[in-house]
């Protein structure tokens, strides 16, 4: 009985074991830690309304729900990302140095896998993220999203060309990826803007998210030339208030802590292709770093 302290601990045990998976899940469907956190305590309270023994499956169960959640929140906040001030980027979330030993888990949470989720429509990223991620059956999206077993493939076949045209196809964080971007923000902080160049694809993109709260630029960045030279002035401005910079890895991706006054200020994610920077992700929205200290558990689960 879920109302005995027993059945309470089961409960809070299951789902424990669970978490990982069902934060990784709700955050491939969101974008978003907070959001993510958000269903995963709504989904617990139901979870512990149930008595863990009637539930044969309680993996199936849980993710089930979680899905279903994460799709009313999503549907919930789309309205609010279409009016958002400048560019829209996932909340980065902190992920282990190994996590590039899962190549699919790497790739799905990087920032441009999600944003490329972002186009899609709610059930579509859910069956795309619950199939090609996750590995789930049609039949299990189906009793997941409300839809038929043919719809969803349907659904699920859409997604995959979507996604495949979109995609951007980038190297795993590495040693080598670290040392590009090391040598990118020393380069930077030198003003060695040809280094820079030298070290950015011609068709570099940067993108800075600052939700109209903080400084950033509300328009992207496009070309070499233009991100070394914006680089060099957003760093010295940087030094002059006393930064500091760490590495660090977020979304799968080699990344850089900027902190002033121990606090941190924005991260920024590199995306490396062949030896070249190809995109840089910064976020200052203070919302989107609150929770960006902690490394997050990420599993795709057994399947």
């Not at 699919?104 to 993220?129: C, K, Q, Y």
């Not at 039949?139 to 997604?159: C, K, L, N, Y």
């Not at 200052?284 to 689960?301: F, I, Q, S, W, Y």
């Amino acid at each position: 009985m879920t109302g005995t302290p027993g059945g309470a601990t089961r409960s809070a045990e299951v789902f424990s074991a669970y978490r990982p998976l069902l934060f990784t899940v709700a955050y491939q469907v969101l974008g978003s830690a907070a959001d993510a956190e958000d269903v995963l305590q709504e989904s617990y309270l139901r979870w512990s309304a149930v008595d863990p023994a009637s539930v044969e499956h309680p993996c199936a169960y849980l993710v089930r729900t979680v899905t279903r959640q994460a799709l009313n929140q999503l549907r919930a906040v789309r309205a609010r990302r279409e009016e958002y001030v400048g560019p829209w980027l996932p909340e980065p979330i902190r992920t282990a140095p190994d996590i590039g030993d899962d190549a699919v888990l790497a790739d799905s949470v990087s920032i441009a896998m999600l944003l490329v989720l972002e186009t899609l429509g709610p059930t579509e990223r859910a069956v795309f993220v619950l199939h090609d991620v996750f590995g789930y059956t049609h039949p299990e999206i189906a009793a997941a999203v409300g839809r038929s077993e043919a719809s969803v493939r349907q659904i699920a076949h859409r997604a995959r060309l979507h996604v495949r045209a979109r995609r951007r196809r980038h190297d795993p964080d590495s040693a080598d990826a670290r040392r590009v971007v090391r040598q990118f923000l020393h380069a930077a902080s030198t003003g060695e803007v040809q280094t820079l160049m030298d070290l950015l694809a011609p068709d570099a993109v940067q993108l800075s998210d600052g939700g109209g709260k903080v400084v950033a630029s509300r328009h992207p960045i496009v070309g070499a030339d233009e991100i070394a030279r914006f680089v060099v002035r957003v760093l010295r401005t940087a030094a002059g208030a006393a930064a500091g910079v760490e590495d660090a890895t977020y979304n799968g991706m080699p990344a850089a802590r900027f902190t002033t006054g121990g606090a941190l200020d924005w991260l920024v994610a590199f995306e490396i292709r062949d030896g070249r920077i190809t995109a840089l992700y910064g976020v200052r929205n203070p919302d989107k770093l609150e929770g960006a200290e902690a490394v997050r558990a990420l599993d795709r689960g057994q399947r």
